[in-house]
């Protein structure tokens, strides 16, 4: 071989190697980065909120910044997606978003949003973008502020709302599990032990047991488990348990020394002095939202506090009426809506209302709305088989629209009088108020999107206002 031929050799053999070498760098890379972000962990849920629409997003964290899956972004906002080449489209009614592979930007027309890190692929084909995309980016096509909250560690674990109604000669507890569970009762010498076998949050009721009968009551939950306690009051004679479905619930009724014998006082709870042969009419009232869930807001002021703050001064306008009242809650936690439900049929009430305060996308509406409830024509929640004779939890409102309707004039005439508006009832099926038993009817008073309406509710005087021009209607129905 020549000398100038193994002199181009041994340059190309040179090449060949830089150019193997930073090959297998740019490969390892490639291959570090795609490892990184399969093997990103698990951070926390969120909730999407946009309008009146609330969605559970689950992140992943890639160093110290929180990725969201922009399928599942896209499903929840009913977004198109269409993918070009390295770029992702998210289409919405007016204009499209895009993003590119592995670049921290995200387009909509002539506007940019610089991202926090890049737009990235996992493995799966899978497209995750960070927070600030759903925060910063996604508003150029919604033409609204998403609003992105972190959810607390055990946000979904089952609660149970405890219950408590006192009467002259007894103390019913109601337990009402968020879920279905196994729920287990014993009798000892002193006390009643209620086992539940999962662990679960209590939300502890806003009466106490009378103490004769029930000297007090304890609850705990552990990992695998949890457990009340009732310990029995000197004037504890006897006690019955019941397990209810449609919700699923306990109701543990506690007699006293001087109850007469009943055949079965769970399944009759009228004659425990509740219901529709009780000499004072019970009015459930229904404070909308609570705990994690705020409702509509509007700077400082959520939802779920002032519609609260109204029920508590609707109960003290009841009562001064000489109603009797109970409240879903009395504290700022949430129940599902079949608990809220299932709290008025075990009152036997004789009017049901669920307050609540409006949004609206536009800031021009306002003053107050009754609502009653609209039946579905198909149920889904119509079980296959199921017998034609019984009434579904889903249809127990059916006999009382028309009176249920009338209630909702008498409330709809007085709140537009106190806001000087000449707003109509409304009717749309509503979970809330489809397996009431009773007159029932759910409440928008005002709207916090709307500057005049929510000034007012602000304010404490005009509060005590709505709650007695709710009372002084109820008053007329009831009469």
């Not at 009340?228 to 006897?238: A, E, H, N, V």
């Not at 055949?263 to 229904?286: N, R, W, Y």
């Not at 439900?341 to 003053?367: P, R």
Request: aromatic letters at 8%; charged letters at 20%.
């Amino acid at each position: 071989m020549s000398t100038e031929l193994c002199q181009a050799y041994d340059r190309f053999s040179q090449c060949f190697m830089k150019f193997t070498s930073r090959l297998q760098f740019l490969s390892g890379l490639i291959s570090v980065l795609a490892l990184s972000f399969q093997q990103a962990t698990a951070a926390e849920d969120f909730r999407l909120s946009y309008h009146n629409d609330h969605h559970i997003l689950e992140s992943v964290q890639k160093g110290s910044i929180d990725y969201f899956d922009i399928e599942k972004i896209a499903d929840a906002l009913e977004l198109t997606l269409h993918l070009d080449g390295e770029r992702l489209l998210l289409k919405g009614l007016r204009s499209t978003l895009s993003v590119q592979k592995n670049r921290p930007l995200a387009q909509s027309g002539q506007r940019y949003v610089l991202l926090s890190g890049p737009v990235s692929v996992d493995t799966t084909g899978k497209w995750f973008a960070p927070r600030d995309f759903i925060e910063n980016a996604l508003p150029l096509i919604l033409q609204s502020q998403l609003q992105l909250e972190s959810l607390p560690p055990g946000y979904d674990q089952i609660q149970i709302s405890v219950q408590v109604l006192n009467s002259a000669n007894s103390v019913s507890l109601i337990f009402l599990p968020s879920s279905k569970m196994v729920i287990t009762t014993r009798e000892e010498e002193n006390s009643i032990e209620i086992e539940f076998d999962k662990p679960v949050q209590f939300v502890e009721p806003g009466v106490r047991p009378e103490v004769s009968l029930v000297a007090s009551l304890s609850c705990r939950s552990s990992e695998t488990s949890a457990l009340c306690s009732l310990t029995k009051g000197f004037d504890f004679r006897s006690h019955q348990a019941d397990f209810l479905d449609q919700p699923h619930r306990l109701i543990l009724n506690v007699l006293s020394m001087v109850t007469e014998d009943l055949e079965d006082p769970l399944a009759v709870p009228e004659k425990l002095g509740l219901g529709e042969e009780a000499s004072i009419p019970v009015v459930t009232i229904d404070a909308g939202h609570g705990g994690e869930d705020r409702g509509i807001t509007s700077g400082p002021l959520f939802e779920k506090d002032l519609v609260r703050k109204i029920s508590m001064l609707l109960e003290n306008s009841l009562q001064r009426l000489h109603f009797a009242t109970y409240t879903t809650r009395n504290n700022d936690f949430n129940l599902s809506l079949a608990l809220r439900a299932s709290i008025a049929n075990t009152n036997q009430s004789a009017v049901f209302i669920s307050l609540h305060l409006g949004g609206s996308h536009s800031s021009d509406v306002q003053g107050p709305l009754v609502y009653v409830h609209a039946p579905d024509e198909k149920p889904l929640r119509r079980r296959r088989g199921e017998a034609q004779q019984l009434t579904p939890w889903y249809n127990a409102q059916q006999p009382y629209l028309d009176k249920s309707r009338e209630l909702a004039k008498l409330i709809q005439s007085r709140l537009n009088n106190l806001f000087g508006k000449s707003n109509s009832v409304e009717a749309a099926p509503l979970e809330v108020l489809a397996p009431i038993q009773a007159p029932a009817v759910l409440i928008e008073a005002g709207f916090l999107t709307n500057f005049q309406d929510s000034s007012r509710l602000e304010d404490v005087t005009f509060q005590e206002s709505v709650a007695d021009s709710i009372a002084e209607a109820i008053r007329v129905f009831l009469r």
